[in-house]
């Protein structure tokens, strides 16, 4: 399994906005993002990152987290 957190970090440079979302192209679900939405919660608290936005889907009815914009600091 890949960690969404980690590469979406990666490829953004510092200053700058980037977004963590499952990919469905590669089998990513909702249910299975949500360790990324923790993971981005401890790089936050870690100062590598901020979190802007936190997107919650609608459909399922429990509102999990399905994209996360923020700005790497560090």
């Known amino acids: 399994m890949r960690d969404v957190a980690k ?36 790089m936050q608290n870690d100062g590598l990152i901020q979190i802007r936005t936190v997107h919650h889907e609608s459909t399922s009815g429990h509102h999990l987290v399905d994209a996360i914009q923020f700005l790497k600091r560090r």
């Not at 440079?13 to 401890?42: H, N």
């Open 7 to 42: 590469e979406a970090y990666d490829k953004t440079t510092v200053g700058e906005v980037g977004w963590m979302r499952p990919d469905t192209d590669k089998g990513e679900t909702v249910e299975g993002f949500q360790s990324a939405a923790l993971a981005a919660d401890v």
